[in-house]
């Protein structure tokens, strides 16, 4: 037998394999992480626990060295390496800042600061870090047109909201930026161009822990809670991880501590939240698979799209849902179409018949409640007979929450209102399934032909299929609940 080819050795392999399709490739060899290593022990930082690294998945982020401790403070980064509003009114724009009327924003001043010193290259102290940030971002503010077309509506409509606020953003700060004139030998609007500013509005949005920071009197009162921290905004979101994430005032440092063991030479991770895949693509520019939280959302308009357009009380319906706030968050999970959804299409589903029924019910408790309130203010011998029409007014609220609370609570109403509201709810995730397909084949189409938007296009598809995954799901769930009633 050859050696090297028996039983043992083809175990080993496959231990080998499986161990390298997960394990990093080590990155801290590169200049710029040579350079940024440098320049964080200048600022008295000097990691032991973790290196930069390339994962299959994920991609860049910090693997651990070895094997960490549950509790275990993974990284300790010192004030002095931050960015943080503090550091901006210290430089040369803390002047400029501080005679601005109206005053900027933090945010403002973040950004204000990314864009000067990215521009001063060379010049820059804080270079190091700059080279390690992404040259471009995937958020739905950086995707072109036709990639935001294809996101689903409600993140569509999102992702519009977040285009304008951004162009709002730096239109309504050019004025601030002509300030700035003095500062530079080249026309201030080459320097603060919008794209310019979209990188800097992206690195802190995507990039910024929180740590509070007290008003400054040359600030707005905004909220000042965003810090930049390099080296530590390296580590990647898992939605499966906790950790323990704050600034330390005692040792002046911000903090990471695990809530759970970790293997030598895995990737580590915090969790920005338990955030659903509309929220990390948005604010982050990613999309997590298998995640927990993810789920497709159902509008109003898609609620009513396969229920009869004859129901005269049709509008009265979505009037007591939106009153009870039952219209948004409505969903299909992993686990199926969720509780609010489903009380939803219940309600939107009941006969003529069976809303009369809760509707006399209203009445009733209305009027019940009228005479024990009464009864109860001559027994006290109160003399507030004048505000028995307002009392009477807040009854008719109360006894209307009340009968409709019973209704949003989910009590089954009949055989024929469950089943109806479960062939409608799996009419609407073969909806979603056929449209999600469809997109799906349009972005493999696209990617075949505009190569230029590969990565972008990729994102979606990430998205759209974790999505059609969800609705299949969610399909063989309603199966399930149908059977009960066939």
């Not at 860049?60 to 401790?69: C, E, F, I």
Request: include cysteine.
């Amino acid at each position: 037998m050859k050696n090297g080819g028996g039983r043992t050795s083809r175990i080993r392999r496959r231990k080998l394999f499986r161990s390298s399709e997960s394990r990093g490739v080590n990155e801290s060899y590169k200049p710029e992480f040579i350079e940024l290593k440098k320049w964080l022990k200048d600022r008295k930082f000097e990691d032991t626990n973790l290196i930069p690294a390339c994962f299959p998945g994920t991609g860049r982020g910090l693997m651990s060295k070895t094997a960490l401790r549950e509790g275990q403070t993974v990284i300790s980064l010192p004030a002095s390496c931050l960015l943080t509003t503090d550091t901006v009114i210290r430089s040369y724009l803390g002047a400029y800042i501080a005679k601005w009327q109206p005053p900027p924003s933090p945010l403002l001043a973040l950004c204000t600061f990314l864009v000067s010193e990215k521009h001063a290259g060379d010049r820059s102290s804080w270079k190091p870090y700059l080279e390690v940030l992404p040259k471009a971002y995937t958020c739905p503010v950086c995707l072109e047109p036709e990639v935001v077309d294809l996101l689903p509506s409600p993140l569509k409509a999102k992702a519009w909201e977040q285009r304008s606020h951004v162009w709002e953003f730096f239109s309504s700060s050019r004025g601030f930026f002509s300030s700035l004139q003095p500062l530079f030998s080249e026309a201030v609007e080459s320097i603060f161009s919008y794209c310019a500013l979209r990188w800097a509005w992206c690195t802190v949005n995507t990039r910024a822990v929180y740590m509070k920071r007290p008003p400054r009197l040359c600030l707005s009162p905004e909220p000042d809670t965003c810090a930049l921290a390099p080296y530590l905004d390296l580590l990647n979101h898992s939605p499966d991880v906790q950790v323990k994430a704050a600034f330390n005032e005692e040792t002046r440092c911000y903090e990471i501590r695990t809530a759970a063991r970790c293997g030598r030479h895995k990737e580590v991770f915090i969790c920005y939240g338990p955030h659903d895949n509309h929220r990390l693509l948005l604010e982050y520019g990613f999309v997590s698979i298998r995640n927990p939280h993810a789920c497709v959302y159902v509008s109003k308009d898609m609620l009513v799209k396969y229920l009869l357009s004859t129901d005269k009380q049709m509008n009265k319906k979505i009037s007591i849902l939106e009153d009870h706030d039952f219209i948004e968050n409505l969903t299909f999970g992993w686990d199926g179409p969720s509780w609010r959804l489903l009380t939803a299409l219940k309600l939107l589903c009941l006969e003529a018949e069976e809303l009369w029924m809760w509707l006399r019910l209203l009445v009733s408790q209305r009027t019940v409640m009228l005479v024990k309130l009464s009864f109860l203010l001559l027994i006290l011998r109160i003399p507030c007979f004048l505000s028995t029409v307002s009392a009477s007014t807040q009854d008719l609220h109360i006894g209307r929450s009340t009968c409709w609370k019973k209704v949003l609570l989910g009590e089954i109403i009949s055989d024929t209102n469950e089943k109806t509201s479960l062939d409608v709810a799996q009419k609407i995730c073969r909806y979603f399934i056929e449209e999600t397909n469809a997109v799906l084949q349009k972005v493999s189409r696209m990617k075949d032909e505009e190569v230029a938007l590969m990565n972008q296009l990729t994102l979606v598809e990430t998205l759209r299929t974790e999505e059609l995954k969800i609705l299949q799901a969610s399909a063989k769930v309603l199966i399930t609940l149908q059977t009960a009633f066939t």
